[in-house]
């Protein structure tokens, strides 16, 4: 048994101590909603290919037959049309052919091998230089390229969230410790004040407010594994094995301190600002925005324009009859103009496009605003966690200092056991002080550097 525990104890020392580019390296390759921002790419592809659609060849078949009539022909025809992504162009190429007799008329005859037909339909002003088809396929471009500040975004936010949950499980564990050495101290002096008791050096009374103390510190220690499990559980949504699945980490992961903390020096303030605003994806964002509603301006202003459609065919007849009217080659032009007399829809839909445009270039400056002020924000609260860490720890120092002294008065009587606890509870007081100045530091780390645009260097 003695060599099993030895085994686990020799185990456990071995396990590294869980850092933070552990934390993150699993939030990128295994926490759900980063997964599913990821997503995006794919759903933003689809949608291209579903706009793209409105290009695709298409293929017409028709055909038609009078029985029992006094014409009594019968006709079929087959059609290939694609859309060209300029001027709103049409080409279109077939064959189609008809049998028995047919009236002069009808505009499905042809000579007895058929007829070859092909040509191009394009506009003029409106659905020229756009149109929906091409609106569309743009816009999905654009949200194509908008999935990436998208998912930047998503990664900024993740990788900020677990950083600063790894250091709120650091500063959990650490302060558990620290409760666990404060109980201890009392436990260890509660046999020797019995001792002493017994032979008369100290009152009853004594004991029974150590033993409180011993109680009340015990509570203290509950209360701080609590919030340590805690920390672990919320931990564990971010760490994760290889199966996926979240991973509490013990204490036997949990590093014994905080790294060594950089303060933030002068320089660091000159040029970050410029700096976040290129790196942060909101901004990219609103440009692509404002790309898609300038889109949707042009189609608007497009709508409000008349339709000017030019078609131009050439027909080619194969075979010399029965119809003596059919030539073996035909050339045609047509014009078609369509002008809408209101246009209050399009009008509507330009009056939105403009003003959104104008919202959105406020949005872009009040977003820019917010970037410098959430660099100068973050870099002032590191500031501020450097200096009370440097404050922090004089004060460790000097409570340790004076707590050592009272004990040892009290070893010589010449102090009472309270005036010992006060300075004991003064001293890891000092040191619980120290651990959340180090983890306000790093948690505002976590923030500097996604208000900067950065998720890289933990």
Do not use: C
């Not at 038609?64 to 059609?79: A, H, I, L, Q, R």
């Amino acid at each position: 048994m003695r060599t099993l525990a030895l085994l686990l104890a020799a185990w456990a020392s071995a396990v590294e101590p869980l850092k933070v580019g552990e934390v993150i390296a699993s939030v990128e390759t295994k926490y759900p909603p980063y997964l599913m921002a990821l997503i995006e790419q794919d759903l933003a592809a689809g949608r291209l290919r579903q706009a793209s659609g409105a290009f695709d060849l298409g293929f017409v078949a028709r055909g038609g037959f009078n029985p029992g009539s006094y014409y009594d022909g019968s006709s079929g025809e087959v059609t290939f049309q694609q859309a060209l992504p300029f001027w709103g162009a049409d080409v279109f190429a077939g064959y189609r052919v008809s049998s028995g007799f047919l009236a002069d008329y009808d505009k499905s005859r042809t000579q007895e091998d058929g007829e070859l037909r092909a040509g191009l339909r394009f506009s003029l002003l409106r659905d020229g230089p756009i149109d929906r088809r091409r609106a569309d396929l743009w816009k999905a471009r654009l949200e194509r390229e908008a999935a990436d500040p998208f998912i930047r975004r998503q990664r900024l936010d993740v990788v900020r969230a677990s950083a600063r949950s790894y250091y709120q499980w650091v500063s959990a564990g650490l302060r558990l410790g620290v409760a666990e050495e404060l109980h201890r101290v009392a436990l260890e002096r509660d046999s020797g004040l019995r001792t002493q008791a017994e032979k008369g050096l100290v009152a009853p009374i004594v004991v029974v407010d150590n033993e409180r103390l011993v109680i009340s510190r015990q509570l203290g220690v509950v209360q701080a594994r609590r919030r340590f499990e805690a920390a672990a559980l919320e931990l564990s949504l971010f760490f994760r094995g290889s199966d996926d699945a979240p991973v509490v980490p013990g204490r036997e992961r949990l590093p014994p301190a905080f790294p060594a903390h950089v303060p933030p020096t002068a320089a660091d303030e000159r040029g970050q600002v410029d700096a976040a605003a290129s790196r942060r994806p909101e901004l990219g964002r609103i440009a692509l925005v404002r790309e898609r509603l300038e889109i949707d301006r042009r189609l608007a202003d497009n709508d409000t324009r008349p339709n000017l459609d030019v078609t131009a065919a050439v027909t080619r007849s194969l075979g010399s009859g029965p119809y003596v009217d059919r030539r073996q080659d035909e050339a045609g032009v047509g014009v078609e103009l369509r002008l809408p007399l209101q246009r209050n829809e399009a009008r509507g839909r330009l009056q939105a496009a403009e003003a959104e445009l104008r919202r959105l270039d406020r949005d872009a400056a009040f977003a820019r605003d917010r970037i410098a002020n959430e660099v100068r924000d973050g870099l002032s609260a590191l500031r501020a966690a450097a200096e009370q860490i440097g404050q922090t720890s004089r004060n460790v120092e000097l409570a340790d200092r004076l707590a050592e002294a009272e004990k040892r008065r009290f070893e010589q009587g010449a102090t009472d056991l309270l005036a010992l606890q006060i300075r004991e509870q003064a001293a890891f007081d000092a040191r619980f002080a120290d651990v959340e100045a180090r983890a306000d530091f790093f948690r505002a780390q976590a923030d500097y550097r996604a208000a900067l645009g950065e998720t890289d260097g933990y």
